[in-house]
């Protein structure tokens, strides 16, 4: 192999390796986001639990006024 390849494919295999490196780090930082979005929708989720709760108890509530 000549020198002008032998250097031609490091330089490929260089770029190769870089390309690698960026795809991981590209690969954290959306792992990282997914997980915040995850986090946020557990907690939206959580949140309208409790106003469906509170709503169901205030019609309870009406409910039983209204008997009365």
């Known amino acids: 192999m000549e020198d002008a390849d032998l250097h031609a494919l490091t330089l490929k295999l260089e770029l190769l390796i870089q390309r690698v490196e960026q795809l991981k780090a590209d690969n954290r930082a959306l792992?990282?986001?997914?997980?915040?979005?995850?986090?946020?929708?557990?907690?939206?989720?959580?949140?309208?639990?409790?106003?469906?709760?509170?709503?169901?108890?205030?019609?309870?509530?009406?409910?039983?006024?209204?008997?009365?």
Request: net charge neutral; aromatic share 2%.
């Open 31 to 68: 792992r990282a986001s997914e997980q915040s979005w995850r986090e946020e929708r557990a907690h939206l989720i959580e949140k309208n639990e409790m106003a469906r709760h509170k709503v169901e108890s205030m019609i309870s509530r009406l409910k039983a006024l209204e008997q009365d």
